[in-house]
C-alpha cells in the first residue's frame, strides 16, 4: 500500500490508481433480513441487477456503455460515503501469527516453503469478525474494508481456483463470509480489499516479462476478483492495492472494472489498479484531491497495517479526531487500520482508543457526518468543520486563561477564543456536547468567543457550534488590509 507518500518498506511503490467501466458475468445473491439493520442495509445483501426475461440483453447493453457510465453514477454511488467520512481497515492473515506486520515474507526473506507451514496454524476463534463490527460500531465507524487477500496470496475466502485459503486449510472456514455477514448485522457497510500483487502464486513475478504467465495470472487475479464480486451478496467498496509487476493494460484494467460494475452496479473503486478511479488513496497523511476527486485518507492506528507485537506507537484519541477533523474539512474521508492478533483479538490499546473516539463522536458527530467541504487553514488551537451556515470549532488544545489577560483588553473577561477573518456574521455559539450558550463579540477583524471556563469542558476536543447569516469562511488577505494601523513606533 502506497501513493506518493514514502512509507519505509513501501516507499518503492509508485502511486496507483482506478477508472470504471461494467461489464460480464454475475449470479445474483439472495436477500437476507438482517436483524438489528435497516432497510437500506438488508437490501445491500444483493446486487441491484436486473434479472427476469430481457435481463441478459440489458445487463449487456449497460456493460456496453463503459466507462462512461461508471462517471455518470458516480455520484449518486459516492453519496453515502461522502456522509460517512470514517471507517474500519483490517490488515489480518497469515502474517498476523509472526507478528512483525504484513511484509515479513518479503522483508525478511522467509523461504516461501516455510511461510505457507503458516496456513495449518491459521484458525481464529469463532465469532472474531462480530467483535470487530461491534467495536466498529461502538467508535461511531459507518463501514469496514478487509484485505480478503494481501500481498503473500493467501485468500481469506472460499475459492475454487486454489487450496491456498482459509476455508481448505486450518481454519476451514470462509473468513470473508463471516466478515461481510458481521458488519451487516451492525448496519454498516462492506468493503474488500485485494491485493493484486502476488508472492505466492507462480506466475506472480513471471508474468512481467513472461507473455504466456502473464495470460494465466492475470485471468487468475480476475477470477478471484469475480469470486469476491459474486458470492457475498453486494459489496460496497472493492479496495484494490499494488498493481505490480503489471501496467493497467497488461492487467487489462479496463475489462476487471467492467467486470466488478456488472456484477456490482451500486459498488465504488479506489485508484490502486491504474485507473482513474472512484476515489484517491493517500496513504499515511491526510491530503486532500487537489482535482476535485473524492479522497480517502487510509492510516495506522500505530506503525503498523498487519500485527506487530512490539509496535506501541499509538495514535492517541486526540490525533485520531484530528486526522478526522481535518479529513472532514477537506472533504474527504479517514480510513484508520487495525491489525488483529492471529486469533482475531483486536489489541486491548486499539479498542482503548477506538471506544474513546467513539464515545467523543457520540456527542459531537453533527460535527463530522455529513460535513461539507470548507476553505479553512489552520488555526493556533483549533480545527474547523461546516455544514452550511453553520462552523464547527473543534478546540484541540484547550488555551486556558494567557498572562497577558492583565494587559490586554482582548483577553477579558475569563478564557478568551478567537477567530480572525471570519466573514460571515454570527448569530449564536454554544458548546456542540452540552448545549450551552457561549458568549461573543465580533466586528470587521474577526470573531471573540468569551467567558469561557478555564478547562476544556470536553475531552479529547471541545466543538463550539458556531450559527451564522451566510456560509461561514475566512479571509485573512483581506483582513489584512481592513486591519486600522498605526504609525511607525507606538506612544
Given at each position: 500500500m502506497d501513493t506518493n507518500n514514502t512509507v519505509g518498506r513501501r516507499s518503492f511503490i509508485k502511486t496507483l490508481g482506478v477508472t470504471g467501466g461494467i461489464a460480464a458475468c454475475a449470479t445474483a445473491g439472495s436477500a437476507l433480513l438482517i436483524e438489528g439493520a435497516d432497510a437500506e442495509t438488508a437490501a445491500a445483501a444483493v446486487p441491484t441487477r436486473r434479472?427476469?426475461?430481457?435481463?441478459?440483453?440489458?445487463?449487456?447493453?449497460a456493460a456496453s456503455q463503459g466507462p462512461n457510465t461508471e462517471v455518470a453514477t458516480r455520484a449518486t454511488r459516492?453519496?453515502?460515503?461522502?456522509?460517512?467520512?470514517?471507517?474500519?481497515?483490517?490488515?489480518?492473515?497469515?502474517?498476523?501469527?509472526?507478528?512483525?506486520?504484513?511484509?515479513?515474507?518479503?522483508?525478511?526473506?522467509i523461504p516461501l516453503s516455510q511461510y505457507e507451514?503458516?496456513?495449518?496454524?491459521?484458525?481464529?476463534?469463532?465469532?472474531?469478525?462480530?467483535?470487530?463490527?461491534?467495536?466498529?460500531?461502538?467508535?461511531?465507524?459507518?463501514?469496514?474494508?478487509?484485505?480478503?487477500?494481501?500481498?503473500?496470496?493467501?485468500?481469506?475466502?472460499d475459492t475454487q481456483l486454489t487450496n491456498y485459503c482459509a476455508p481448505k486449510q486450518a481454519a476451514g472456514r470462509d473468513l470473508v463470509r463471516e466478515f461481510v455477514d458481521a458488519a451487516r448485522a451492525e448496519g454498516l457497510r462492506v468493503?474488500?480489499?485485494?491485493?493484486?500483487?502476488?508472492?505466492?502464486?507462480?506466475?506472480?513475478?513471471?508474468?512481467?516479462?513472461?507473455?504466456?504467465?502473464?495470460?494465466?495470472?492475470?485471468?487468475?487475479?480476475?477470477?478471484?476478483?469475480?469470486?469476491?464480486?459474486?458470492?457475498?451478496?453486494?459489496?460496497?467498496?472493492?479496495?484494490?492495492?499494488?498493481?505490480?509487476?503489471?501496467?493497467?493494460?497488461?492487467?487489462?484494467?479496463?475489462?476487471?472494472?467492467?467486470?466488478?460494475f456488472e456484477l456490482q452496479p451500486d459498488i465504488i473503486v479506489n485508484n490502486?489498479?491504474?485507473?482513474?478511479?472512484?476515489?484517491?488513496?493517500?496513504?499515511?497523511?491526510v491530503e486532500s484531491d487537489k482535482s476535485g476527486h473524492a479522497w480517502e485518507a487510509?492510516?495506522?492506528?500505530?506503525?503498523?497495517?498487519?500485527?506487530?507485537?512490539a509496535d506501541d506507537d499509538w495514535k492517541s484519541p486526540r490525533a485520531v479526531l484530528r486526522n478526522l477533523v481535518n479529513c472532514a474539512r477537506d472533504g474527504g474521508n479517514y480510513l484508520?487500520?487495525?491489525?488483529?492478533?492471529?486469533?482475531?483479538?483486536?489489541?486491548d490499546a486499539s479498542v482503548r482508543i477506538l471506544t474513546e473516539v467513539g464515545r467523543w463522536l457520540e456527542r459531537n458527530g453533527r460535527a463530522i457526518y455529513a460535513i461539507e467541504r470548507?476553505?479553512?487553514?489552520?488555526?493556533?488551537?483549533?480545527?474547523?468543520?461546516?455544514?452550511?451556515?453553520?462552523?464547527?470549532?473543534?478546540?484541540?488544545?484547550?488555551?486556558?486563561l494567557t498572562p497577558a489577560q492583565e494587559w490586554l483588553p482582548f483577553y477579558q473577561p475569563g478564557v478568551v477564543l478567537a477567530i480572525g477573518a471570519l466573514t460571515a456574521k454570527v448569530k449564536s455559539a454554544r458548546f456542540l456536547a452540552t448545549g450551552m450558550p457561549v458568549k461573543f463579540e465580533q466586528n470587521e477583524l474577526g470573531l471573540r468567543l468569551t467567558g469561557l471556563p478555564e478547562r476544556a469542558p470536553d475531552s479529547p476536543l471541545t466543538v463550539i457550534e458556531i450559527e451564522c447569516e451566510s456560509v461561514p469562511s475566512f479571509n485573512h488577505e483581506a483582513m489584512r488590509d481592513r486591519w486600522p494601523r498605526r504609525a511607525v513606533g507606538i506612544s
Open positions: 434479472t427476469g426475461p430481457g435481463a441478459l440483453q440489458a445487463n449487456a447493453a459516492l453519496r453515502w460515503w461522502q456522509q460517512a467520512h470514517f471507517g474500519m481497515f483490517i490488515h489480518w492473515g497469515l502474517y498476523s501469527l509472526i507478528g512483525r506486520q504484513e511484509w515479513t515474507l518479503e522483508m525478511e526473506g507451514l503458516l496456513a495449518k496454524h491459521f484458525n481464529p476463534r469463532p465469532g472474531v469478525a462480530r467483535e470487530w463490527a461491534r467495536l466498529a460500531k461502538k467508535a461511531g465507524q459507518k463501514y469496514m474494508v478487509m484485505t480478503s487477500k494481501h500481498h503473500d496470496g493467501f485468500c481469506l475466502f468493503g474488500l480489499y485485494y491485493s493484486l500483487m502476488d508472492w505466492h502464486h507462480p506466475d506472480g513475478a513471471r508474468c512481467a516479462t513472461d507473455p504466456a504467465a502473464r495470460k494465466r495470472f492475470v485471468e487468475y487475479t480476475h477470477g478471484l476478483i469475480r469470486e469476491l464480486m459474486t458470492n457475498y451478496g453486494r459489496i460496497d467498496i472493492l479496495w484494490y492495492d499494488v498493481s505490480l509487476p503489471l501496467t493497467p493494460e497488461q492487467w487489462e484494467a479496463e475489462r476487471m472494472n467492467r467486470m466488478v490502486r489498479n491504474g485507473l482513474e478511479g472512484d476515489f484517491s488513496t493517500p496513504e499515511q497523511k487510509c492510516m495506522t492506528l500505530n506503525d503498523s497495517w498487519g500485527y506487530s507485537a484508520l487500520n487495525v491489525g488483529p492478533q492471529p486469533d482475531g483479538t483486536i489489541p470548507g476553505s479553512f487553514g489552520w488555526g493556533n488551537y483549533a480545527g474547523y468543520t461546516r455544514t452550511g451556515n453553520t462552523l464547527y470549532m473543534h478546540v484541540y488544545r484547550w488555551p486556558g
